[in-house]
């Protein structure tokens, strides 16, 4: 399974940012089944996940995110969003959505955030 993450760009510290992630077709009809993550990897660093919404909707934020990020899907538009605020330099990273656990990874977006 890949998932498609999409609209990181540039942003001064403090702004915000929506990311969108869209399942692919061929899993359309399971979608609603899955536990959701975004991941980020930022430069010489190890991807790491950052939130995940299960199928029922219950978001989990890693502490570093936790209060700043917040987690949505939509299950009729086979969408998962990922809302950022009050960003700072250091979520600087190319962002990516998948399954928890994760299959194969599809293209990141990438977010900088300038200070």
């Known amino acids: 399974v890949q998932l498609q993450a999409s609209g990181g760009g540039l942003v001064q510290a403090g702004g915000s940012l929506r990311l969108s992630c869209l399942a692919p077709?061929?899993?359309?009809?399971?979608?609603?089944?899955?536990?959701i993550g975004w991941y980020r990897q930022a430069p010489g660093k190890e991807r790491e996940l950052v939130a995940t919404?299960?199928?029922?909707?219950?978001?989990n934020y890693a502490n570093s995110v936790k209060g700043r990020f917040t987690i949505s899907r939509d299950n009729s538009q086979k969408k998962v969003w990922l809302r950022m605020s009050s960003l700072e330099p250091e979520d600087t990273a190319v962002y990516y959505c998948?399954?928890?656990?994760?299959?194969?990874w599809g293209q990141g977006t990438l977010v900088t955030v300038s200070s």
């Open positions: 998948n399954t928890d656990p994760p299959g194969r």
């Open positions: 077709r061929s899993i359309t009809s399971v979608f609603n089944m899955y536990t």
């Open positions: 919404i299960t199928s029922a909707r219950t978001p």
